[in-house]
């Protein structure tokens, strides 16, 4: 990859760029304090530019780096749009730009992965990727038996790229205190690090999308193709054509986005309890649309194992903030471990920072816009320290489903999707429907 920076020397150095720089911008902030500045203000100077830095690195760097940008994305709200923006389009330009590999570098992968003889295992092989990600690439190819495949292939080196940036950001955590001081990041970077060992390995992949695949046969909803064969670092699954949901989203009517909303919704909330097992990666591009109505779903790299399905708390707190008991929405909070014991909390900006994700549940048909999401988002741009994301911490059991939900909202504003959100919520969400507050 040739805008992947694999060695360890270039990517450590670019990630050391972070815990100096804040050295300087502490020692720059004493200096102004000593001349009579308030501190109140430094400390916000200190803390923008620290937040322009952090993101900068971020952005530059593909692999752990640019995940844990993304796992932190429910916190962008807390920052400034001059800050975030340019780091969002540096993620956007890294996630569509990514070249693909030589041809050569391609059949070299197969040969390691499935021996000299991996011409034999298909009739025809396209050299030309169909589609790019941040740690591998997918080709079409018809299987031996004649069924038409997708053929996913790790790039070589990712793994170690990844793992390797982890290494450098697990000493990160008094910088990451200083932008987010409610937050636990040390542990949300072992939850990465572990989820992203995950999606590196695709037997276990083929293992989650075979396990979907059954779990939805024949329903009337949603088709997910199964895995005609895998290793660690190739997967091959059954082909999938239909219409992205992206498309969807950019020229679809409003009949169309309507359903693709609500069948995305659904297909998030049932999984857990039908599955034990949540999508994480709810990226329009993993998304089809099929000619028989049915959602079709890709990519299960990253899921979040859910035994037990969806935390009834969850549910339980979702119709207590409803029913307007905030004292017990901030209790059920601190002992689900998103408000630290150290933490106060500005109740009513609580309030306002939960809206997006309760307000939905709480008529009978509700409209996502972007409009909307924008006016949601609108009190909470700012580096004060009392601002309400910036004290919440996120309890390593929820990363995924905090992943999840907010790139969830972001889709469905991007639809525009009018629907009855309530009811796929009282049917696949334990605690919600209870009568007994708790």
Same mark, same amino acid.
Not at 166 to 195: N, S, T, W, Y
Not at 298 to 322: E, H, S
Not at 353 to 374: G, H, I, K, M, N
């Given at each position: 990859?040739?805008?992947?920076?694999? #060695?360890?020397?270039?990517?450590?150095?670019?990630?050391? *760029?972070?815990?100096?720089?804040?050295?300087?911008?502490?020692?720059?902030?004493?200096?102004?304090?000593?001349?009579?500045?308030?501190?109140?203000?430094?400390?916000?100077?200190?803390?923008?530019? *620290?937040?322009?830095?952090?993101?900068?690195?971020?952005?530059?760097?593909?692999?752990?780096?640019?995940?844990?940008?993304?796992?932190?994305?429910?916190?962008?709200?807390?920052?400034?749009?001059?800050?975030?923006?340019?780091?969002?389009?540096?993620?956007?330009?890294?996630?569509?730009?990514?070249?693909?590999? %030589?041809?050569?570098?391609?059949?070299?992968? @197969?040969?390691?992965?499935?021996?000299?003889?991996?011409?034999?295992?298909?009739?025809?092989?396209?050299?030309?990727?169909?589609?790019? /990600?941040?740690?591998?690439?997918?080709?079409?190819?018809?299987?031996?038996?004649?069924?038409? &495949?997708?053929?996913?292939?790790?790039?070589?080196?990712?793994?170690?790229?990844?793992?390797?940036?982890?290494?450098?950001?697990?000493?990160?955590?008094?910088? $990451?205190? /200083?932008?987010?001081?409610?937050?636990?990041?040390?542990? =949300? @970077?072992?939850?990465?690090?572990?989820?992203?060992?995950?999606?590196?390995?695709? @037997?276990?992949?083929?293992?989650?999308?075979?396990?979907?695949?059954?779990?939805?046969?024949?329903?009337?909803?949603?088709? !997910?193709?199964?895995? &005609?064969?895998?290793?660690?670092? !190739?997967?091959?699954?059954?082909?999938?054509?239909?219409? +992205?949901?992206?498309?969807?989203?950019?020229?679809? *009517?409003?009949?169309?986005?309507?359903?693709?909303?609500?069948?995305?919704?659904?297909?998030? $909330?049932?999984? %857990?309890?039908? &599955?034990?097992?949540?999508?994480?990666?709810?990226? +329009?591009?993993? $998304?089809?649309?099929?000619?028989?109505?049915?959602?079709?779903?890709?990519?299960?790299?990253?899921?979040?194992?859910? +035994?037990?399905?969806?935390?009834?708390?969850?549910?339980?707190?979702?119709?207590?903030?409803?029913?307007?008991?905030?004292?017990?929405? =901030?209790?059920?909070?601190?002992?689900?471990?998103?408000?630290?014991?150290?933490?106060?909390?500005?109740?009513?900006?609580?309030?306002?920072? @939960?809206?997006?994700? &309760?307000?939905?549940? /709480?008529?009978?048909?509700? *409209?996502?816009?972007?409009?909307?999401?924008?006016?949601?988002?609108?009190?909470?741009?700012?580096?004060? +320290?009392?601002?309400?994301?910036?004290?919440?911490?996120?309890?390593?059991?929820? !990363?995924?489903?905090?992943?999840?939900?907010?790139?969830? =909202?972001?889709?469905?504003?991007?639809?525009?999707?009018?629907? #009855?959100?309530?009811?796929? !919520?009282?049917?696949?969400?334990?605690?919600?429907?209870?009568?007994? =507050?708790?």
């Amino acid at each position: 990859m040739s805008d992947l920076p694999r #060695r360890a020397v270039a990517r450590s150095a670019k990630l050391a *760029t972070l815990p100096l720089g804040f050295a300087g911008r502490t020692v720059m902030g004493l200096g102004k304090r000593i001349g009579g500045r308030p501190a109140e203000l430094v400390a916000q100077e200190i803390q923008q530019r *620290t937040a322009e830095q952090i993101f900068k690195v971020l952005g530059e760097l593909k692999g752990g780096a640019m995940k844990l940008g993304q796992a932190l994305s429910i916190f962008e709200a807390a920052l400034p749009p001059e800050i975030v923006g340019p780091y969002r389009a540096t993620l956007t330009k890294l996630q569509d730009s990514a070249p693909p590999l %030589p041809a050569a570098t391609v059949h070299q992968v @197969l040969t390691e992965q499935l021996g000299d003889d991996w011409r034999d295992h298909f009739r025809s092989f396209d050299d030309r990727p169909t589609a790019a /990600a941040s740690i591998g690439q997918v080709h079409k190819a018809v299987w031996h038996d004649g069924r038409t &495949v997708a053929v996913k292939i790790q790039y070589p080196g990712a793994g170690k790229a990844l793992l390797g940036d982890f290494a450098q950001m697990a000493r990160l955590g008094k910088l $990451f205190g /200083a932008l987010l001081p409610g937050l636990d990041i040390k542990a =949300v @970077l072992a939850e990465l690090r572990e989820r992203i060992a995950e999606e590196l390995d695709y @037997l276990r992949e083929a293992e989650a999308q075979h396990a979907f695949a059954q779990a939805f046969a024949d329903d009337s909803d949603f088709y !997910v193709p199964d895995v &005609v064969a895998a290793n660690e670092q !190739v997967l091959v699954t059954e082909w999938m054509d239909g219409t +992205p949901l992206s498309r969807i989203i950019t020229d679809g *009517t409003k009949e169309e986005r309507d359903k693709a909303g609500l069948l995305f919704v659904r297909f998030l $909330f049932c999984s %857990p309890a039908r &599955v034990a097992m949540l999508h994480a990666d709810p990226h +329009p591009g993993n $998304f089809r649309m099929l000619p028989d109505g049915r959602l079709g779903v890709l990519d299960f790299g990253a899921v979040n194992r859910m +035994p037990d399905g969806y935390p009834t708390v969850f549910g339980q707190l979702t119709r207590i903030f409803n029913q307007g008991d905030m004292d017990a929405v =901030v209790t059920g909070l601190r002992d689900e471990g998103f408000i630290q014991e150290h933490i106060e909390i500005d109740v009513e900006a609580l309030r306002g920072f @939960l809206a997006p994700y &309760v307000e939905p549940t /709480a008529v009978e048909e509700f *409209t996502f816009s972007r409009e909307w999401l924008q006016a949601q988002a609108a009190s909470a741009t700012d580096l004060r +320290p009392t601002n309400v994301i910036r004290q919440l911490n996120l309890p390593v059991s929820y !990363v995924l489903i905090h992943r999840v939900h907010a790139a969830g =909202v972001g889709v469905l504003c991007q639809l525009g999707t009018t629907a #009855r959100f309530r009811d796929e !919520v009282i049917r696949w969400v334990p605690g919600f429907a209870d009568e007994a =507050v708790s």
